[in-house]
Each structure stands twice: as structure tokens, then as C-alpha cells.
């Protein structure tokens, strides 16, 4: 049986630093010096630079002329826009999951509440977050339309930076373990109507949700000016400061 083909240095680097951004640890705008990193990955620069360009490739860094390579940074509209596409796939795969899950996706499913519940106990931000990106992972296998699955998978890669800070409050991850058990029970019922209503609740992607969400991260993530938000969407702003965050 032939051995799968190794990965090149630079794919290997390229998959450090994906996975590095992905998880928050290098923010958006973020510097990445190729002289750095041929240190500490003990390479020349020229793996770094073909890493760097793979990254650029998929939007997760940015290449600046004279100035250096980035993180990148979305706009306030680029991320509305994608958690607006991401609350109505991931409803629609919801209604699909809550027709079509298995048995072991249920078991599993009901694994990475009990995980998420641990974690909100031991006060695990990390592991929190880890265990709500398996609770969404499940209901994309069980919806089982890996077109509609590959959509939501990419999405959430894209904005996971934009991710880990609203998983510090143990108030919001409260709330995220409450919308899991309240989505899980309609799953496993195979009520697809329900399923597919708390799941577009549970997102950030309406109006007041986004806003919620939006005042959790720092004004430097975004490559924009403050932005003058639709006057519906001032007012949800306005009515929900003090009430916490909406995320899932």
C-alpha cells in the first residue's frame, strides 16, 4: 500500500500559521516577519515566502508592498456579510441534520454538549471553543450535503479570528451551552422547523445579533473607519449594550 505523499516545508509552515490564525493566536493585522519566522522554523526564507503566498492565496494574510505581510483584516460590511451567509446556510443544514442524523451523530452530538458544559465548569475558554466548533461540525455531517457542509466549513474558517474573544465571558458561554441544548432536543426529535429556528437565532448574523458581536472585538481587528451603521441596526446596538453577547 503506497504511503501518502510528504508534505513540502512550506506546506508544513503554511499549515502552522493557518492554524495559528485560525485559533486567534495571531489577530488580524497581526506582522509576520519572514526573517522571524526562518528562525524559528530553522528554514531559509524562501519555504517562508511560499508559505506566506499560499496564505495570501486563501485571504489569510495579506502581502503589502514595502511594508510587510499581515494578518488579514475584514472590513465591519465583509464580516457582516459572511456571518449574514453563514446564519442562513448553517439554519438550512440544521432542518437538513434534524431529518437526517444518525444514531451516532446523535451520541456524538449530545458528547460535545457535555464537553462544552465541562468546560464552562473548569472555566476553559479554549476548550469551550473547541468543543462549540464539534457541536457545529456534527450538524454539518448530519446534514449530510457535503456541498452545503464545504460552504459553512469555509466560512468558518475564514472568520475564526474574529472568534475567541466572546468565549472569555462565562456569562456567554452560559448562553451558547442553553441554545446547543435547546437545538440538540429538536435535532434528536427530528423537529426540522424548530431545528432550523433556534439554529438562525443562535447565530450572529441578524441585526441586533451582529452588533452584539461586533462591540466583543477590538476597532483595530478591521481595515475600515468606524463604520455608520443602518439606523435599525444603531437602534438594536443601543437597546442591547448592557445585555451581553449573542454568539454561537
Known amino acids: 500500500m503506497s504511503q501518502p505523499p510528504k508534505m513540502s516545508r512550506s506546506a508544513e509552515i503554511k499549515v502552522l500559521l493557518e492554524s495559528e490564525i485560525e485559533r486567534g493566536d495571531l489577530v488580524p493585522g497581526a506582522a509576520l516577519d519572514e526573517r522571524a519566522l526562518a528562525a524559528r522554523f530553522n528554514v531559509s526564507r524562501t519555504p517562508i515566502r511560499e508559505a506566506l503566498q499560499q496564505l495570501a492565496a486563501q485571504q489569510y494574510v495579506q502581502i503589502v508592498p514595502r511594508q510587510g505581510v499581515f494578518v488579514t483584516k475584514m472590513t465591519v460590511p465583509q464580516l457582516r456579510n459572511m456571518l449574514e451567509l453563514l446564519n442562513e446556510l448553517e439554519a438550512v443544514s440544521a432542518r437538513f441534520a434534524a431529518r437526517r442524523m444518525s444514531d451516532s451523530q446523535r451520541v456524538e452530538l449530545q458528547r460535545t454538549i457535555e464537553e462544552g458544559v465541562d468546560a464552562l465548569n473548569q472555566s476553559d475558554a479554549r476548550r469551550f471553543a473547541r468543543s462549540n466548533a464539534e457541536f457545529h461540525e ?9 456541498y452545503l457542509a464545504d460552504q459553512i466549513r469555509s466560512i468558518r474558517r475564514l472568520i475564526s479570528r474574529y472568534r475567541p474573544k466572546p468565549f472569555l465571558a462565562p456569562s456567554r458561554r452560559e448562553k451558547v451551552i442553553a441554545d446547543h441544548q435547546k437545538l440538540a ?64
Open 185 to 248: 432536543q429538536a435535532l434528536v426529535s427530528g423537529d426540522e422547523a424548530t431545528a432550523e429556528a433556534i439554529m438562525a437565532e443562535h447565530s450572529p448574523g441578524g441585526d441586533a445579533g451582529f452588533s452584539e458581536f461586533l462591540a466583543t472585538l477590538p476597532a483595530e481587528f478591521f481595515n475600515d473607519a468606524p463604520v455608520t451603521m443602518p439606523r435599525e441596526m444603531s437602534t438594536a446596538e443601543g437597546d442591547h449594550e448592557n445585555n451581553g453577547s449573542h454568539v454561537n
Open 138 to 146: 456534527v450538524i454539518c455531517q448530519a446534514c449530510h450535503n457535503e
